[in-house]
C-alpha cells in the first residue's frame, strides 16, 4: 500500500509561482511512475504533468508545458510540481499519483492517490 500526501497548495496572484510536493511512504517509490492532476470545480480530473521512475523522462499537458515542472527524488520518496507564471484557470485541486505506466497520463493508469490540495490563483 502506497500512501501519497500533497502539500504546497495555497493562494497566489495571477503571475505567481507556487511549488507543490508530495510525499510517499509504503512500497517501493523508484518503482513508481508519478504524476500530476488537477480537477477543477465542475469539471473532470484532468493531467498536467508526469515523470518516469528514474526521473529521466517527463509529459506534460499542453496548458502547462513551459510553465510547469515536475521533479522527484528517489532518495527521498518525493515528486515536486513547480508552477510558474499561474492563471487563474490554473485554480483546482492538485493530486499526486504513483502508477506503474510508465509516463501515463490517464487517470486509469494510475493505482495511488494523495487526498489533493488546494490552488487558488486570483486575478
Known amino acids: 500500500q502506497v500512501q501519497l500526501v500533497e502539500s504546497g497548495g495555497g493562494l497566489v496572484q495571477a503571475g505567481g509561482s507556487l511549488r507543490l510536493s508530495c510525499t510517499a511512504s509504503?512500497?517501493?517509490?523508484?518503482?513508481?511512475?508519478m504524476g500530476w492532476f488537477r480537477q477543477r470545480t465542475g469539471k473532470e480530473r484532468e493531467f498536467v504533468a508526469s515523470i518516469s521512475a528514474n526521473g529521466g523522462s517527463t509529459r506534460y499537458s499542453d496548458s502547462v508545458k513551459g510553465r510547469f515542472s515536475i521533479s522527484r527524488d528517489n532518495a527521498k520518496n518525493t515528486v515536486s510540481l513547480q508552477m510558474n507564471g499561474l492563471k487563474p484557470e490554473d485554480t483546482a485541486v492538485y493530486y499526486c499519483a504513483a502508477g506503474t505506466t510508465a509516463q501515463a497520463i490517464f487517470i486509469t493508469e494510475y493505482d495511488y492517490w494523495g487526498q489533493g490540495t488546494q490552488v487558488t490563483v486570483s486575478s
Open positions: 509504503g512500497g517501493t517509490f523508484s518503482r513508481y511512475a
